[in-house]
């Protein structure tokens, strides 16, 4: 089903499992911010579920209500872990276990630098996960165009409340997209962009080894932002607002934790639309507020 990207996608799915009697969903935590909001409004309970190097924890979520979760496997947002095999198999066995409904968020899975993109989730259980895709970071977010490949038994549903919102996405721009797609442009666009961005990453792995060398960069070379983990002693919200003050936009975890925790102190560095030079003296700018106290 197409839909006007991840927020349809996501937002189609929450009102068809509410109204097919699932009363909780497990989400990230951290996690992107805009679940919670979307579930508590389709009267859905929103569980967070813990956040590892593995990826989520199934175990935790085994201990929850949820009968269904939304995960980002190829490139957790905001940790930037990838879900590791055997977390996608104890995944897909809960599923099946209390006829759960996975959701897997694929929104950036074009950008993996040091190699090949990890296989979708939903290609190990196509009858279990309803994976959404969106064209907002390969191409642009104002686009509104993405996709629900979803499992057999939620097909009717889905495209009943898609005719029921909006009837339908817009035409002419599927038709843009599709010329894209099979003309080849689209694959030689995500290929050189996948050069830029590498590139930009690079830049911000450099820049914090010269200039912050205490901050330590986690997660995958891959999506258009990353994580800085500050050394202990400092404030993530203290640093964020000082760098604001010198006029760089540095985003503190608390916002994506679920409870709003500021320990342990990380940072979460945007640098998609950012230059190599910017991004050096970006880096640069904020270098003595990432120092240890
Ligand atoms: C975690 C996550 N998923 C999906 C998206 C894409 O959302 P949309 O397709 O609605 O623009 C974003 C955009 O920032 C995001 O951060």
Request: hydrophobic share 20%.
């Given at each position: 089903v197409v839909c006007a990207g991840y927020a349809q996608g996501l937002d189609l799915l929450f009102r068809v499992l509410a109204r097919a009697g699932v009363g909780e969903v497990a989400l990230e935590d951290p996690g992107h911010r805009d679940g919670r909001k979307n579930a508590e409004y389709h009267g859905l309970k929103a569980t967070p579920v813990a956040v590892d190097a593995l990826g989520i924890d199934v175990g935790q979520l085994t201990d929850t209500g949820a009968r269904a979760v939304v995960v980002t496997p190829a490139h957790q947002a905001p940790t930037g872990v990838v879900l590791a095999p055997q977390r996608r198999q104890a995944l897909v066995e809960w599923a099946d276990a209390c006829d759960a409904t996975v959701i897997e968020d694929?929104?950036?899975?074009e950008f993996r630098y040091d190699r090949e993109p990890i296989g979708a989730l939903q290609g190990l259980a196509p009858h279990r996960v309803a994976l959404i895709g969106t064209v907002?970071?390969?191409?642009?977010?104002?686009?509104?165009l993405g996709w629900i490949v979803c499992p057999a038994r939620l097909i009717d549903a889905i495209a009943e409340a898609k005719y029921r919102t909006v009837?339908?996405?817009p035409t002419l721009d599927q038709l843009a997209l599709a010329t894209l797609i099979e003309s080849g442009r689209f694959d030689r666009h995500l290929r050189r962009m996948r050069a830029v961005y590498g590139e930009r990453r690079r830049a911000l792995v450099d820049a914090f080894a010269q200039d912050a060398p205490e901050v330590q960069l986690q997660g995958l070379a891959a999506g258009i932002h990353a994580v800085a983990r500050l050394p202990d002693g400092l404030e993530e919200q203290d640093v964020a607002a000082s760098a604001g003050e010198r006029s760089i936009g540095l985003y503190t975890m608390s916002r994506w934790r679920a409870g709003g925790q500021t320990r342990p102190p990380q940072l979460v560095v945007g640098f998609g639309h950012l230059s190599e030079a910017s991004i050096k003296r970006g880096i640069g700018t904020v270098a003595d507020l990432l120092r240890a106290p």
């Open positions: 694929d929104y950036d899975s907002s970071k390969s191409l642009s977010p104002s686009l509104r009837h339908f996405s």
